[in-house]
Nanobody, 121 residues
Framework: QVQLVESGGGLVQAGGSLRLSCAASGRTFSRQAMGWFRQAPGKEREFVAV????????YYTGSVKVRFTISRDNAKNTGYLQMNSLKPEDTAVYYC??????????????WGQGTQVTVSS
């Protein structure tokens, strides 16, 4: 069974850091782009960041640029989202996904179950 499993979420104070991981099992996703999305309560799921299959290209939504870093280790079949200088508005469920490069959620055909990130003020 193919699945993505996120980990690393939790409760952190504003200004703190968290690193999310996304482990793929059942198949390799080394030839697919990996994206991170988030969904805050009462809001639609939004794009956060994407990394190409090779890791050479990345793209971020404006609100997280400079603060977040996306990376991947294809040998470990794992992706990461390093989040620094966290703000209360970063509070959301974070999802990783595998699929085609891009920002729309429909580009991605494999999704994790999500991990909660809560930033207190």
């Amino acid at each position: 069974q193919v699945q993505l499993v996120e980990s690393g979420g939790g409760l952190v104070q504003a200004g703190g850091s968290l690193r999310l991981s996304c482990a793929a099992s059942g198949r390799t996703f080394s030839r697919q782009a990996m994206g991170w999305f988030r969904q805050a309560p009462g809001k639609e799921r939004e794009f956060v960041a994407v990394i190409s299959w090779s890791g050479d290209s990345t793209y971020y939504t404006g609100s997280v640029k400079v603060r977040f870093t996306i990376s991947r280790d294809n040998a470990k079949n794992t992706g990461y989202l390093q989040m620094n200088s966290l703000k209360p508005e970063d509070t959301a469920v974070y999802y990783c996904a595998a699929g085609k490069w891009g920002t729309p959620s429909y580009n991605y055909d494999l999704w994790g179950q999500g991990t909660q990130v809560t930033v207190s003020s």
